[in-house]
């Protein structure tokens, strides 16, 4: 087995089919708890923190579609990876 069909076979199916979800739920869920504390309680502390919380959900969700944007780009243009359903 080469290292393309090892990554290509086992690590990117286990990366992409179990890790990179809960973070993507993991990071919707921190902004959404941001937004609910940031709307839904009262004072002024309540809505910093919920304004905090929703903005580094935001960013988490902008740095995965990102980076995982620049691994598929890697796998496909340098382990010649065939990318699912033509992305």
Known sequence: MSFAELVGNVIV???DGAI???L???SFIFFLYGVVKYFFLAGEEAKNEGKTYAIFGLVGLVVLFSV???VRLILHSFLDYALPFGL
């Open 13 to 15: 199916p286990i990366v």
């Open 68 to 70: 995982w944007g620049f």
């Open 20 to 22: 990179i979800p809960l």
């Open 24 to 26: 993507y739920a993991l």
